[in-house]
């Protein structure tokens, strides 16, 4: 039961291309946002549709094939872990941000092309 203590899967598409960064020795990481949506009825019978943008973070080999195969529009599975930071914007204001740091990346929909 540990290894459930901190797990998000999550299916969507991408918003956008992933964006790919090369850090010093190689390793790299990419982030991008993607798109969750729920449609249900609510009580006067009408549809309704929400969707919910996460942020994405993925590092060395998860990076490497979402530089390779992802692009915006990509449907995608992954399962990773919640990550909480902050920063002080150029205002000197404390920003927090959420992030899913994906361990296993399994594309779905349009089969990629090599």
């Known amino acids: 039961m540990y290894a459930l203590k901190n797990k998000v899967q999550l299916i969507g598409n991408l918003g956008a291309n992933p964006e790919i960064k090369t850090l010093e020795g ?14 249900y009825r609510n009580i006067k019978g009408e549809r309704v549709s929400e969707t919910q943008w996460h942020n994405i973070v993925a590092w060395g ?53 090599v």
């Open 61 to 113: 080999k998860v990076a490497e094939i979402a530089e390779k195969y992802l692009k915006k529009g990509s449907e995608v599975a992954i399962e990773g872990k919640l990550i909480s930071r902050n920063y002080n914007d150029k205002d000197g204001n404390k920003k927090y941000i959420t992030e899913v740091q994906v361990n296993e990346v399994l594309m779905i929909g349009e089969k990629a092309k």
């Open 26 to 39: 190689g390793r790299k990481l990419a982030r991008f946002s993607l798109a969750t949506s729920e449609n």
